[in-house]
């Protein structure tokens, strides 16, 4: 017979439990986990008997966490942390060249320098596996905090994330983002005000993703009304093509405007003022202790120093 805590921290109940915490929807939350709502429910409620409380009560429609729920989520999260902390400890005397790396990569940005970098590992060090996620904002800091991927390549300063305090990161390097647009009458202008850029309709990466909202947060800070958007995308070739096509304006890092072959009747101008941010490693704090990471990290440091970003990437584009 299972003893209490057994029945409360097994990894499955501890699963289910934070994925409802983070949605706060029986339904989506199911969705997520793959199972059927009343499974879920069912779950729940055994956990809530097993410690003796209520951990969600709803308020009309809405779920909420309660005093027992705060208590359980804030022991989960220690229970995650320590058995991770645990994970990097033992992985600490493991080999620099040898085991898997897991990466995520924000899923709106350019590969093509990750990709090739990917290609050269492998050939120096063929038993240490690489493998690469493409992920939204949100999968990138849940996997992250449950130690699902050992670094994250994103855009920062991300104010998504209010507890910094478990991560560090390393820059890559600094970026703008530009504006794309179609009008000649604005073609010999480099720097252009955000009033000045509302008039025609936009194609834009969709809500809650980091560019999105960096532009929102810009626009707001000019007061200034935010473009209508036409059409959502999540990758920069996809807005480019779809902007080009349609003589819709858009917005785009420089790092991936740069080294494009002259574009027909399209322009870029930054921002003003400028839109800024950096391209970084982030990881938890330890992770970089770890060989096999430390050497990723050292290695991808080398391949830069021979060639930076930008140089890389034009390369990659004239291949």
Do not use: C
């Not at 022991?75 to 080999?95: C, F, M, P, R, V």
């Not at 647009?181 to 025609?200: G, P, S, V």
């Amino acid at each position: 017979m299972k003893t209490k805590q057994e029945s409360i921290f097994s990894s499955k109940t501890l699963t289910y439990f934070l994925q409802l915490a983070e949605t706060m929807n029986y339904t989506q939350a199911a969705q997520i986990l793959g199972i059927t709502q009343p499974a879920l429910t069912q779950q729940i409620k055994k956990l809530e008997r097993t410690v003796g409380a209520p951990l969600f009560y709803s308020v009309g429609k809405k779920l909420r966490l309660s005093d027992a729920g705060y208590t359980m989520l804030d022991a989960t999260h220690k229970i995650y942390g320590i058995l991770n902390t645990a994970t990097d400890e033992i992985q600490q005397s493991t080999s620099a060249t040898q085991g898997e790396i897991n990466i995520g990569l924000l899923a709106s940005m350019e590969d093509a320098v990750f990709e090739d970098f990917a290609i050269l590992s492998y050939q120096n060090n063929p038993d240490l596996k690489i493998s690469f996620h493409m992920l939204t904002r949100k999968e990138i800091w849940e996997r992250l905090e449950n130690n699902k991927i050992d670094l994250a390549i994103m855009y920062l300063p991300d104010d998504s994330i209010k507890n910094w305090k478990p991560y560090e990161s390393k820059k890559i390097i600094s970026d703008d983002l530009l504006f794309i647009h179609h009008d000649e009458q604005l073609a010999k202008k480099r720097r252009i005000k955000f009033k000045d850029t509302t008039a025609d309709v936009w194609a834009m990466y969709p809500d809650g993703y980091y560019l999105n909202q960096a532009l929102h947060e810009a626009y707001k800070n000019q007061l200034a009304d935010f473009p209508k958007s036409v059409a959502n995308f999540t990758t920069p070739t996809q807005l480019l093509h779809f902007s080009m096509q349609t003589q819709a304006s858009t917005a785009l890092p420089n790092s991936f405007m740069i080294g494009q072959e002259e574009l027909p009747n399209t322009w870029t101008a930054h921002f003003d003022p400028n839109i800024r941010f950096d391209l970084a490693f982030v990881f938890r704090k330890g992770k970089a202790e770890i060989p096999r990471i430390s050497h990723f990290l050292a290695q991808f440091d080398r391949y830069l120093h021979t060639d930076d970003y930008i140089s890389r990437l034009k390369q990659l584009r004239n291949q």
